[in-house]
């Protein structure tokens, strides 16, 4: 019997991020125009393993995920023991355009979530010229942080049994009991005092671009927001609130949470294709 | 509803075995009704209810008993599935020693809502 492989190919990419030397895990899968998937906070690129399994997806995209310096298995800098993690708004949109550039991508669709979909309001007002669509999952313009991040990181608590304790609500209760815990299989498995990294930039004024979302021109590249009913960290609400400031198209995604291309990839692709079409129209 | 925790807690091997290693006193406040739940080893060995002169326990969940009602419903509605999304809503307050709730917060979660498990039988 052959092997059963799926289309992912995942390989390791050396590079240059805010000046350091790099060794970024990515994957890929598909052909066709680039799409660049960014990965929730304290994860990593399994989240995207639905969508680069969809043969509706694959063949006309060529999905392209990596995960973070820090996440999943892309290896924190030389020296990172000296230091604390903290993501920033600037070096999250740097690492992305110098990925991008790393991997020779032209104008790719930029698709993120939760911090993804937050950065993605960043690079649609900093950098529209750089991306051919943009879409936000959970993308909320500034989220206030409803419990004491330093319960994420502290020798006296097991770090991924908290962090995979705390996201666990943001999941849609009528999610499939096998994606539900892979998803919650990737929190456990991230690294110290990553997630509450991240959280930096996701709850304080660092990423907080609830002022300048109204200059954001969907015309100079075409903005999606697509958020989970279930979700009550970026809410509904939230994007209603960006789309509104925006004009850019808002779909409520009905038995979803935080986490739609993970926690339930079928359901998700049903709301994502009808999207990935009009990108591929424009 | 209380009742219900012991009942499908201990009968749950899985989550028993998950909270090992908890032993604590935690509070349940529904309105101004208070109730004690003694854990032991992942297993609900004790509910007492109050009123208390001097109640012992290390965290407490406070929250109206409509909260609590929408909360333990099996399909709760949007907004009531989850302690964070409570109080994230100020709808539910978690006070006290929380280290013992944060340390085994998946635990917790799924003891705090098995009273959910009697409406689908």
């Not at chain 1, 050396?14 to 890929?28: I, Q, T």
């Not at chain 1, 060529?62 to 030389?78: C, E, N, Q, T």
Request: with cysteine; glycine share 8%; net charge neutral.
């Amino acid at each position: 019997m052959s092997p059963r492989f799926e289309p992912i190919t995942g390989r390791y990419l050396n590079l240059e991020l805010l000046g350091k030397p790099h060794r970024l895990y990515v994957e890929e899968a598909g052909q066709g125009i680039p799409l660049l998937c960014l990965h929730t906070a304290g994860a990593d690129t399994r989240q995207y393993r639905g969508l680069m399994n969809d043969a509706r997806v694959l063949k006309d995209f060529r999905v392209i995920a990596f995960d973070l310096p820090w996440h999943g298995k892309s290896s924190p800098p030389a020296g990172w023991q000296d230091t604390e993690y903290q993501l920033t708004s600037r070096d999250y949109v740097r690492m992305i355009l110098e990925a991008s550039d790393a991997l020779g991508l032209d104008r790719p669709v930029a698709m993120g979530c939760s911090i993804g979909g937050r950065i993605v309001l960043h690079l649609a007002h900093e950098n529209p010229e750089k991306f051919r669509a943009l879409i936000g999952l959970e993308s909320a313009a500034y989220g206030q942080a409803y419990y004491d991040h330093t319960w994420l990181n502290r020798g006296d608590v097991h770090g991924g049994m908290v962090c995979a304790g705390v996201v666990s609500g943001l999941i849609s209760p009528t999610a499939p009991s096998a994606e539900r815990w892979e998803t919650l299989w990737h929190y456990m498995q991230s690294g110290p005092g990553v997630f509450k990294g991240d959280l930096y930039f996701y709850t304080t004024a660092d990423g907080d671009i609830r002022s300048r979302v109204g200059e954001i021109d969907i015309n100079r590249c075409q903005l999606f927001l697509l958020t989970g009913e279930y979700d009550y960290s970026c809410t509904v609400e939230a994007m209603l609130d960006v789309a509104k400031r925006t004009g850019a198209p808002a779909t409520v995604m009905k038995g979803l949470g935080h986490f739609p291309m993970s926690e339930d990839p079928k359901k998700f692709a049903s709301y994502l294709l009808p999207v990935l079409e009009k990108i591929r129209a424009l | 509803m209380l009742d219900l925790i012991p009942k499908y807690v201990n009968a749950d091997s899985n989550l028993v075995r998950r909270g090992h290693f908890v032993d604590t006193t935690f509070m349940i406040a529904i309105d101004d009704a208070y109730s004690l739940i003694r854990v032991e080893a992942g297993r609900v060995t004790k509910i007492t209810s109050g009123p208390f002169v001097t109640p012992d326990y290390s965290f407490c969940l406070r929250a109206s008993r409509a909260v609590w009602e929408k909360f333990w419903q099996p399909l709760p509605p949007l907004g009531f599935t989850d302690v964070f999304s409570l109080v994230k809503q100020k709808l539910m307050q978690v006070e006290g020693n929380l280290h013992p709730f944060m340390a085994n917060l998946l635990y917790f979660k799924d003891v705090i809502a098995a009273p959910r498990k009697e409406a689908v039988r």
